[in-house]
């Protein structure tokens, strides 16, 4: 198994990658968000793999980080996901977007990637409920660490992970704990 590629990149053509390891060239599928991380031809780069070995064909997927490729392996478990699905949803949701969306069950930011419908959504969804973190939350930087304390005091306090996520989500920039977990607690007695 062909786990890491490091070389000089010789070509890059979307979605492929041309690099050359010790006079071998390897030629790689990577996702758009990998693409725009590549350096200049003639540079060196480094890149996680995937290889897929099929009765027609032997293809390798390249990533710029272990998490992306860990959820493209994600992805590919799921039923109905195959490897160029799993390369267009990391090419339009970063791996972070990809997590809120799961942890959020957002159906439409999935629905709005090329070649997946509403089904697929749903599936994917399900399927990988508990495989992603939803400490990916993203939130202000400033306040993120506030915000994850915000989001374990909902969540012991009995609150579902789904409207603990979604009531975080929705504070502002500015706040302490205690604040986020008084407007937290508005926003729930509203719904």
């Given at each position: 198994m062909i786990a890491r590629l490091y070389g000089?990149?010789?070509?890059?053509?979307?979605?492929?990658?041309?690099?050359?390891?010790?006079g071998v060239g390897y030629e790689c599928e990577v996702p758009m968000s990998t693409f725009y991380q590549l350096p200049a031809i003639g540079e060196t780069i480094t890149l996680m793999t995937h290889f897929v070995v099929r009765e027609?064909?032997?293809?390798?997927?390249?990533?710029?980080?272990?998490?992306?490729?860990?959820?493209?392996?994600q992805?590919?478990?799921?039923?109905?996901i195959g490897a160029k699905s799993a390369l267009s949803i990391l090419s339009g949701l970063s791996v972070e977007d990809l997590s809120n969306a799961?942890?959020?069950?957002?159906?439409?930011?999935?629905?709005?990637i090329p070649g997946i419908g509403k089904k697929i959504a749903e599936r994917l969804l399900l399927e990988l409920k508990d495989k992603f973190l939803p400490e990916?939350?993203?939130l202000a930087s400033g306040a993120?660490?506030?915000?994850?304390?915000?989001?374990?005091?909902?969540?012991?306090?009995?609150?579902?992970?789904?409207?603990s996520l979604l009531a975080v989500k929705q504070l502002g920039d500015d706040f302490d704990v205690s604040e986020g977990i008084r407007e937290a607690l508005k926003m729930l007695a509203k719904s």
């Open positions: 000089k990149l010789l070509q890059k053509t979307p979605p492929l990658v041309l690099i050359d390891c010790q027609d064909a032997q293809l390798l997927y390249g990533f710029a980080t272990e998490r992306e490729r860990t959820a493209f392996r992805l590919l478990k799921v039923n109905g799961i942890a959020l069950q957002e159906v439409g930011l999935l629905t709005r990916a939350i993203t993120k660490a506030i915000g994850n304390d915000v989001l374990n005091a909902l969540l012991a306090l009995g609150y579902s992970e789904k409207e």
